[in-house]
T-cell receptor, first 113, second 114 residues
């Protein structure tokens, strides 16, 4: 079946601009996660959704970052007033239930110039 | 937060050789996951381990959940060129945020010499 999909695959934006990154999880998966991966590092947790609500957003770096999942399926990660330090690969993952293995999408490479 | 120590950081092997890598933690995990990541792609799940002492295979890959629940090992037998990539271990704890936030190691970069 279809895996996790993410769009766009690459995004280049200027410092100070607003960006939206989209994630479409595996059909039927109730849990959705966003991670951020910097060069040479493993992914780091940003936010976790169970259904429509953000169950844990403790990994979001600051209030410029926000994510939604209004219908319990597709999620959008929103970054306001982007900074060069936001440049990274943003990964989305989903799992059938919490505490189960997570399946990742291909990621969105964000570059802030 | 928690840290996973993954070793070796990188390795160069001849095609056909066996590979071993491991991951250790200062904390106990209930689930160990091994992923492979190719350049420009997301991590792909290789093996999931749920019980201390568990030994699980997926083709030429074999992984073990350490008895202490603080370590895990991944072995690749008879390596081939397409095994090239970065291998990550990741753990899930038994309660709280650790039960759904994956904690990742820094990865082992595998290069295969034909």
């Amino acid at each position: 079946g279809a895996g996790v999909s993410q769009t766009p695959s690459n995004k280049v934006t200027e410092k100070g601009k607003y960006v939206e990154l989209r994630c479409d999880p595996i059909s039927g998966h109730t849990a959705l996660y966003w991670y951020r991966q910097s060069l040479g590092q493993g992914p780091e947790f940003l936010i976790y959704f169970q259904g429509t609500g953000a169950a844990d957003d403790s990994g979001l770096p600051n209030d410029r970052f926000f994510a939604v999942r209004p219908e319990g399926s597709v999620s959008t990660l929103k970054i306001q007033r982007t900074e060069r330090g936001d440049s990274a690969v943003y990964l989305c993952a989903s799992s059938l239930y919490p505490r189960m293995e997570q399946y990742f999408g291909p990621g969105t490479r964000l570059t802030v110039t | 937060g928690q840290q996973l120590n993954q070793s070796p950081q990188s390795m160069f092997i001849q095609e056909g050789e066996d590979v071993s890598m491991n991951c250790t933690s200062s904390s106990i995990f209930n689930t160990w996951l091994w992923y492979k990541q190719d350049p420009g792609e997301g991590p792909v799940l290789l093996i999931a381990l749920y019980k201390a002492g568990e030994l699980t295979s997926n083709g030429r890959l074999t992984a073990q959940f350490g008895i202490t629940r603080k370590d895990s090992f991944l072995n690749i037998s008879a390596s081939i060129p397409s095994d090239v990539g970065i291998y990550f271990c990741a753990g899930l704890g038994d309660s709280g945020a650790g039960s759904y936030q994956l904690t990742f190691g820094k990865g082992t970069k595998l290069s295969v010499i034909p």
